[in-house]
C-alpha cells in the first residue's frame, strides 16, 4: 500500500499515536585556509574550478597528505563534545560513483573515528536535553554540482549540469549523534536546538566559519517512529543537507507527519534519503538509503595513521575556549539585561556583535539598541546578515563614544552610518568632514528658541502656565529647524529659561 507525498496527518495525532526516534548527521566544513589533503586554497566565492590540483582532481599517480590544522580542529571539536579522543586511528575510502567527486571515492574515517562517545546539553525552553554523540570524523567534502534548466534545480529535467571542483577536498567533520529518545512532541524543536548547539560551539571554537546558509554547518536529519518507546526502531528516512536552524526543525516534523500517514494507512516506510523543500514546508523521495556495506570501505594506503599525543590532547583540551551555553550565562549578568532584551539579542544572533562592540568600549545598552534597531534595519533591507552590513563592533562603539561626549545625538548618528558605509572613513571623520557636530552654541540655539517661540504662541502660553511638557513641542521645532544638529538637552534649558 502506498500513500502520495502530500499525505499526512496532524503533529499531535501522530505524537499521540507514535514515538519519534531521531539520528543528527551534522557536517562541519572547517575555516582551514588549504584543503584536507593538498595545498589548494578554501577561500569561498572563487571564479569555479580555479582552486584544484591534481590531488583533489583524483589525477593518478597523486599523493594525499593530511593537513594538520584539520586534525588539531577535529581533536578539539571533539573534546569540546565530551569525547574520548582516538590514540591511533586511519582514513578510510569510502567508494561510490558521483559526478562531483573525481576520485569516485572518498577519503574518509569508517570504523577508527578520530573522536567517539560524547555528549553535549542542549536547552528546550528551559529544558536542559542531553544528546549522545556516537563518533566525530574527518572527511573530504565534494564538489558542486549546479544543474541548469528545469523548474527544480536537480538534475531530473535539468538540460545540462555544471561542476566546480573548488570545494572537493575542503575539510570536513561529520559529527554523528546516538538515536535520540525520549524527545516525543519535543523532536524538532531538539533537533533545532542540537544543529544550533553545534553551530555556536563551532564559532566558539573557531573551527569554522559555521554560516549555516553558505553550506558550513549542513544537517542529515533521520527520523524513524515506533509504536511505543518499548518498541524496537522503525524504518528511518535521512533527509538530507538542511541548511537552516528553521529547516531543521520543519524537516523532522514534517517527516513525523508523513511517517505517520503512512503507517496509519498500513503502510512500511521506504529507507531513503529525502530532499527539504522549503518552498512547501516539505520533503519528497531522493535514493534508495546505502547501507555501509554498499560502499567496500577500506583502510586509505595513501595516508599514514593518525597517533595524537596525550600530552598534545591535554594542552589542546586545556585551551577550550568557554563553552558557548556558559559564556551566554556570563554576558547576561555582565550586561545586565532582562530575559527579554537578552532573549531578543540571542534571537537576533547578534550575541557577538553585541559583546565586540562592547569589548571596545561601548555601554552593553547602547550596543544592544544600535544593533538590534538601526543596524538591524539596514541588514533587513540589503538584504545581508548583521555582521556584512560593512559596519564593525568598534565603529558603532566609536558611534556611541560621539554620542556620549555630545558631539552628536542619535539623529545624526543615522548619518554618522550613511557616511561610513559610503566609504567616507571612520565615524569621527564622517562628522568632521559631513559637518554634523551638534550645535550647543548658546547664541545659535538662543535665536532658534526665540523663532520656535514666536510661531507657536499657544504652546508658549500653555508652558508659562506651569505645562512644562508642552516644552516637547518647542524643542521638536528648534530640532526641525537644525536638521537635528541642536543640543536638545541645552534647547529644553532655554526653553524653559525664557519661558517660566
Ligand atoms: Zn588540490
Known amino acids: 500500500m502506498t500513500t502520495a507525498a502530500h499525505e499526512i496527518v496532524d503533529f499531535d495525532d501522530a505524537i499521540n499515536r507514535y514515538d519519534p526516534v531521531l539520528g543528527l548527521e551534522v557536517h562541519v566544513e572547517l575555516n582551514t585556509a588549504s584543503k584536507m589533503f593538498c595545498g589548494c586554497s578554501t577561500e569561498f566565492g572563487a571564479e569555479p574550478n580555479t582552486q584544484t590540483c591534481p590531488v583533489c582532481l583524483g589525477l593518478p599517480g597523486s599523493m594525499p597528505v593530511a593537513n594538520a590544522k584539520a586534525i588539531e580542529s577535529a581533536v578539539r571539536i571533539g573534546l569540546a563534545l565530551n569525547c574520548d579522543i582516538a590514540e591511533w586511528c586511519r582514513f578510510s575510502r569510502k567508494n561510490y560513483f ?3 567527486m573525481p576520485k569516485n571515492y572518498q577519503i574518509s574515517q569508517y570504523d577508527e573515528p578520530i573522536a567517539f562517545d560524547g555528549w553535549i546539553d542542549v536547552d528546550v525552553d528551559g529544558e536542559t536535553f542531553r544528546v549522545e554523540i556516537e563518533r566525530a570524523h574527518m572527511e573530504e567534502d565534494t564538489g558542486k554540482s549546479t544543474h541548469v534548466g528545469g523548474s527544480t534545480g536537480r538534475i531530473h529535467g535539468a538540460d545540462y549540469s555544471l561542476l566546480d571542483y573548488n570545494r572537493c577536498g575542503v575539510p570536513l567533520i561529520e559529527i554523528v549523534t546516538r538515536p535520540i529518545e525520549g524527545a516525543g512532541a519535543k523532536a524538532p524543536e531538539v533537533a533545532k536546538a542540537y544543529v544550533g548547539a553545534i553551530r555556536d560551539l563551532m564559532k566558539a571554537l573557531d573551527v569554522s566559519d559555521a554560516r549555516m546558509e553558505r553550506g558550513n554547518v549542513r544537517c542529515d536529519a533521520n527520523v524513524s517512529l515506533r509504536p511505543d518507546p518499548a518498541a524496537e526502531f522503525g ?3 535521512e533527509t538530507k ?8 526543525e520543519g524537516a523532522v516534523r514534517h517527516e513525523i507527519m508523513r511517517q505517520a500517514a503512512v503507517l496509519d494507512a498500513g503502510g512500511t516506510v521506504t529507507q531513503e534519503t529525502r530532499h527539504w523543500h522549503e518552498d512547501t514546508q516539505s520533503t519528497t523521495a ?3 538509503k546505502e547501507t555501509a556495506e554498499d560502499y567496500r570501505y577500506f583502510p586509505e594506503p595513501d595516508l599514514v595513521p593518525v597517533a595524537p599525543s596525550r600530552a598534545w590532547v591535554e594542552e589542546l583540551r586545556a585551551n577550550l575556549p568557554e563553552p558557548p551555553a556558559q559564556r551566554l550565562q556570563r554576558l547576561a549578568g555582565e550586561w545586565g539585561f532582562s530575559d527579554r532584551e537578552f532573549g531578543d539579542v540571542v534571537a537576533a544572533d547578534a550575541v ?7 569589548r ?5 545598552q547602547a550596543a544592544r539598541k544600535w544593533w538590534l534597531s538601526e543596524l538591524a534595519r539596514r541588514a ?3 538584504g545581508v546578515a548583521p555582521e556584512d552590513l560593512g559596519v564593525t563592533p568598534a565603529q558603532v562603539a566609536e558611534v556611541q563614544a560621539l554620542v556620549d561626549e555630545g558631539l552628536i545625538n542619535d539623529k545624526l548618528a543615522r548619518q554618522v552610518f550613511d557616511g561610513v558605509l559610503a566609504g567616507e572613513g571612520t565615524p569621527r571623520e564622517v562628522v568632521e568632514q559631513r559637518g554634523l557636530v551638534v550645535v550647543s552654541d548658546d547664541g545659535a540655539l538662543s535665536a532658534a528658541v526665540d523663532a520656535a517661540i514666536a510661531a507657536n504662541p499657544d504652546v508658549a502660553e500653555r508652558i508659562r502656565g506651569g505645562r512644562v511638557q508642552a516644552a516637547g513641542a518647542l524643542i521638536g521645532a528648534v530640532m526641525k529647524e537644525m536638521k537635528g544638529q541642536a543640543d536638545a538637552a541645552r534647547v529644553r534649558e532655554l526653553i524653559l529659561e525664557k519661558l517660566t
Open 352 to 358: 557577538d556583535l553585541v559583546d565586540e562592540t562592547v
Open 235 to 237: 524504518t528511518r528516512t
Open 380 to 382: 533587513n533591507e540589503a
Open 241 to 248: 543537507n538542511v541548511n537552516s536552524l528553521r529547516s531543521v
Open 360 to 364: 571596545a568600549g561601548c555601554a552593553p
Open 286 to 288: 531522493g535514493r534508495p
Open 98 to 100: 558521483y559526478p562531483d
